[in-house]
């Protein structure tokens, strides 16, 4: 589930570049791929060693380090400087649950990315970290294995676009890959709400309630999450150190296009989740105010009626013969008379009621 | 009816300009009308063929390629590269859900308009798509086929300044044909919120309730597919590469003003069904407890003379003959006298009701 | 009283600066008066014929046109030509129903402004036209006849300010009194809310309620239709064409301040419409909890009462001679016993009830 | 109290710079002081006459005239040529309810603050005009006496600073003066808010709700009066023509910065005051619920008893000697029998209702 | 508790830069440590004297004044000119309550950062004043001793980046700080929703409510208190007269990004606390409205029943040997047909109230 706090950090005063090792989960096992690529050639080497990767670096061709799974501070000190990653970096990536940025160091770029994810109904944001080169490109991805199989299968053919281009279209693709993740979920929660207002608008119960307010929750966190990915897209396209080639902005704005696509879906499931909630409050309290007013309507008619009958149930003719004590004991019709007179009150009680528009 | 999630997408990590064609409705047949205009010549052809699109493409004279319907991925392959369209806009075209916006590519301009239409007071939005090279213009749209029948009437005749003038004013006259087709959508909409309000001040029921909920829902969406139409007025306006001439440009920057019209319409409209809701609820309140007032204070002065009643319903005097048991039940005129009792208590509440303004 | 919805329009596809005959109600006189005025001269026409006219707009003294109720599309088309009117502005004219603005085209500038009036307390917005071309001015206003006379009056008396200065001060002079027309109608809006305060406070009723929606939507409206003259004036401040001169600046800012104070008034209005209707509704709560809660007690006290009456009537002791059978009903003071029971009862129940501060 | 409407304004077409005597109310005396200091010498007149003025207006010491209450348009009408003040700012002094302003004329300054002041807990706000000359300023307040007196005191003093500085350094102490105002009326305000918080924590009664709102109303009204100070400042500060010499701007810098403090207060109020409603609705909601429920419970306990005490009422075994007609009545135990039967049937509710968390 | 007004301020008027000693507190000690340090030499001198002060300010090597605790007016007259601190900043440090601020003045920069701090529960923000001269820095902190400890700690140990660099680079140390304080404080108040929400979720009682009031109240208290702090280090990073060096910039821009966090995890905290209240009303309302629509419909279930008791004990029978009157007391099993009666009735209402789905 989506934590309200969802960062792990220093205590204040750690210096700042701090690997701590003890707030990473050592258990998943680290994918490390490498792909050097051209458009002629690829060279694919699964958990490169140092002197492989020192080499790749060197070389003119585009290099992609795809590290899947949480790296450890151990991993990271040995990688780190190798990579020529920046100190305030490699805490970043330790760290997690970083705000979605584009940070420019002398000569990387770094990216964190915020992939949302639905694993059976329960909405997840996965952290993607881009960290570019001129000439390679690292990128570490704690979440599901084959997000990224389909880029991975582009670059294996030869002749594609991928293998045409350079890392600009690389990085492109795999940003393009982040902000569409969001779609299904989207596509998930709307869906989702769009039941729930069916759901209301025939037979709500209680549950709506729990349910309106968890895609509420929802809505908040993935808002959060995905909102500065607008900024992101937008620095990078402004980049004045031109770090994307002319061919693929077009490819980048339409990609800016898509988060705005996103972010509009979010504030309009916003404002109807906010609807929904108001319907479904309007309605049970409609319900119930139907309920308790008629309710009330049956209980106001007997009132008077058991009054009556408690009138005709007192003693007083048994005690004293006075003609003044409650003759009507002594007629003949006496009780009909009274039934008589529950049924007029009774009925003119309900003419009055239809009348005042109560019933 | 309008959705919340209105898009096709592929899914995350397909390339770029994918066309896939089984997200497409075959069923609709495409009308495919090719105008071919200048201030003394019209040429019109129905379903073009390859050779006399290229034909027009090289011409001088202004060609409007009208598509009308849904194309699918194979009609999209075949004249796609014939029009030259950007494999990106190839992509949005027939994915559809896309949000309005202007993008420019090379040597090209791709327009998305939101047009919303009310058929039979059910609320939908099609899309247009324009296609704008310098010398040809191709549109799509999937709505109702009568919607351009106007432009084309004056086309057709010669002598009108839509003959006379380039495809910037044939742009501009489709844009302001776009955006005022909000204009009966909302006087419905709008008429609609005050037949509610009427309803509201004269006879609520609860249907009123859901009535509130479907203008705010439909309030919500035709926001989210209205409001960016603004902006793409803006930048075709500013436009620094002059795809519209200076004649052209005060017809458009009154396009504009109706943009802001019709968000300025949708803001109060908005304003205006919070405003109901409130009333709504708070009038159904008001009359419940009006209803729950009297019910409660007519069962309230039954209570203590129930209560007497009841007191004189006791045994007490039947079984000792002590002077202190119920006296009352031995005099001549004790049942009056208790008759009196009733009277004067059920006044005497009423006259204290009325006292504090419970009445 | 307002419309939410309050444009005429054309169906979408009509060629822009169409003049619709069948739209305008022909009924009300139109009253057409000239005004040609320099420091020395005044020249006044009534119904100047087109030749009067031609030899106006040619003269360098000021002339304004003054048109007084609302011209139909004939009226438009004699005189529209005559005066150089764009297309679009005869249209906009003619329609109605525009928001504030400020169009600029070759050699005229274009002014809508919005004069709310208060009638018996009914509230409507008019329009008035402003068509100012270098040597003359033309405007259009539906509303009452009487708005503009003491603007005619100075004009007519020679000397004034208004006599020495050119059509920028007139312009000014029309705007300013364009925009206090707002003043008396929020003076009226402001008491109104200050009274239904007052009321509230002491005896609110149930008309409160739809007061309130009603003050809330004339602000709605009034605001819609208000602010954007905010930006007409300040487009005319900034104006880069110099239409208005140095001198008459200091006036226009004067105005501008005028335009901030009204929006001011009108925020601070719905804020506290919004708290009216917050404090009416918690106040309403308030009052029907405070008497449920009263009733609620009062019966319940009578409830154990009843029952012990209920209990004193059975007829266990009539029956079983058995010493167990209520042997209350055989003691001498049984009577009063109970009655003790019933008052320790009721007083035990009230001082409970005060102790929990339900009293 | 404070107006939600506080402008005097002329009917709509009076000429700009009328001085309107009836809206004055002359009862006020008006009290004129003259300060013309410089480092070493000050010269203080009392009501100076027309002639004392012009001779200050010409010298090159700093002058400072001080009006003390509301002038009359006749007092306007002789002193606001002989001080060359614009007519626009001369129909602002007269009219008051300004909106803070700055407006720069050509050779002066004219501003307008706001001074909100707590007397006896009712809040009202005083304006206070500035009308800057190079060498002269003239400044209007019509509030208390007594508000610039220690400023008077330190100039009075030789040696200060106050006297060494210039004019822009004058107008600097009365503006902070102006803004720190606010600051013992926010502390009442916050101060206030927080008993009520308080109260409401502990022992909320229904005054609550009138004194929120009146917190609320005037949170809306001293926002109004005092945001657009902020602007004031601003552009005095960033003012081209350097009315405000260089030392001085670290102090206006720093009273800008007084302004943002105050907004930032009063928007924590407004904040807090929504906030304690909720609350106050919620608990009393709360809380009457609580009453309710109980109540209601102990009702329902009853209802069972009364209706078995109503059973054995019936008068079933006197009439027939069926041995079907109530049994019970002939048992030696049917009492006790009974009333073991209410207190079975009373505890075994309360169990329930425990058990149902009800109780 | 955080303190809705939390300002000390002079009586308006008293002359700017003064210093009140009767509003300090001179209990605290004052804690004062000299930090005189280079790349190879560290010199730490407590409680200097003006002679050691003195010699430090002119020396090359970076000095760091640090003051713990509340300074009084004395204290601040002896080394304020000592330490060349502009008055407005001695009054503002004494003063206390600022707005988070930079303010630059000739020579130095004055900084002023908010440090939130949760001392078991209870949130309190403390102030950091930062007067910063090219080759020295004074720090005012009246919070936890400790908290600057671990940059103590690295400044005593030689060859650490914090000796290595200059004054920049332990001001952004400061400020990563002071930024970093808010994260516990934050997780606390996250963690502390979260299981406010669970809570809610399984069995909200009343106290939920005082909770979520004060939760908001921290939050509103927490967003006044930090929210400029943004505006600080854009300004730090911006700043033309390059106070911060190039390397130290990339740690500045760092720290930003924590603000941004700070404020969007408190922007959603703000969503998330207006959710919970929404979910604990509609939760409590609808509960409330479940027990009495069941206490309810058990009690009209027993109206009609008692109705039917209270005829069969009215005294018909008794007195007039009518055939009329209640036969059904003289049959044999008229009896039990009277409980069979009492158990359709029952039965009937149950199954109706099934059938309308009120049970």
Known sequence: MLKLFNKDYHSPGTPPGTLASDTIDDSAPLNFLTLDYSEDSLVEIDNALPSDIEAKLESNTATWFQVQGSPNADWMQQYGSLFKLHPLVQEDILNGGQRPKLESYDDQLFIVMNLPDDVDGVITINQLYLCWHKHYLISFYTGDKDTFSPLLKRLRTSGTRSRRSGLDYLVYLIMDLAIDQAFPVLETLGLGLETLEEKLLQEPDQSVLHEIHEAKRQIILLRRGIWPQREVLNQLIRDEN??????????????????????????????????????????????????????????????????????????????????????????????????????????????????????
């Open 242 to 359: 031109a770090w994307v080639e002319d061919p693929t902005q077009v490819y980048l704005r339409d990609c800016y296009d898509h988060t705005i696509q996103v972010m509009d879906l979010l504030e309009s499931y916003r404002d109807m989740s906010a609807s929904l909630l108001d319907l479904y409050l309007s309605s049970a309290s409609m319900r119930m105010n139907e309920i308790m007013r008629l309710l009330t309507i049956f209980t106001t008619i007997f009132i008077p009626l058991t009054f009556i009958a408690g009138v005709y149930g007192m003693n007083f003719a048994g005690e004293s013969q006075s003609p003044w004590a409650m003759p009507e004991l002594r007629w003949s019709f006496g009780y009909p008379f009274v039934w008589g007179l529950f049924i007029v009150i009774a009925i003119g009680m309900l003419i009055f009621f239809r009348r005042k528009r109560w019933l």
